[in-house]
């Protein structure tokens, strides 16, 4: 009797322990979906984000146009504003402004201001450091 329980028991337990283990096919179920940047939801969208800097960006150029004219100094080139794009640093979340040019900048749209890469304590780019208001490019000059 004793060898007929040991039997029934194992005949139970066996199966059980097998499909706990499950094979090794079980992994080309798996489904694993392409991370995406993380966007902060108060802050939308990044692609919302970008096209709303760059629109700030380009909306810029009469104002600097005005101030080279009005100081003297050399106007920004509209190819700067016109070829410009936008792109988000993947590491960081930052999203920056590139010039036609390539000049980087951080266009702060609570702030209504632009700033080179180190915000408004670093230096501010050329031609934009003389070619634009400083109340709207703010920075140290290069």
């Given at each position: 009797m004793r060898h007929t329980l040991l039997a029934i028991l194992a005949a139970l337990v066996l199966p059980l322990s097998l499909v706990a283990c499950?094979?090794?096919?079980?992994?080309?179920?798996?489904?694993?979906?392409?991370?995406?940047?993380?966007?902060?939801?108060a802050d939308g969208e990044p692609a919302?984000?970008?096209?709303?800097?760059?629109?700030?960006?380009?909306?810029t150029e009469d104002e600097c146009a005005a101030h080279a004219d009005e100081t003297g100094n050399p106007p920004v080139d509209a190819?700067?504003?016109a070829d410009a794009s936008w792109e988000l640093d993947p590491t960081?979340?930052?999203i920056s402004v590139v010039d036609g040019e390539?000049?980087?900048?951080?266009?702060?749209?609570?702030?209504?201001?632009?700033?080179?890469?180190?915000?408004?304590?670093?230096?501010?780019?050329?031609?934009?450091?003389?070619?634009?208001?400083?109340?709207?490019?703010?920075?140290?000059?290069?």
């Open positions: 499950g094979d090794d096919d079980d992994d080309d179920d798996v489904v694993v979906e392409d991370e995406e940047p993380m966007a902060d939801p919302d984000d970008g096209e709303a800097m760059l629109a700030f960006f380009r909306d190819h700067r504003f960081t979340g930052v390539g000049t980087s900048l951080v266009v702060d749209l609570e702030a209504g201001i632009i700033t080179g890469p180190d915000g408004p304590d670093g230096e501010m780019p050329l031609p934009y450091s003389f070619g634009c208001p400083e109340d709207l490019y703010v920075g140290t000059v290069s």
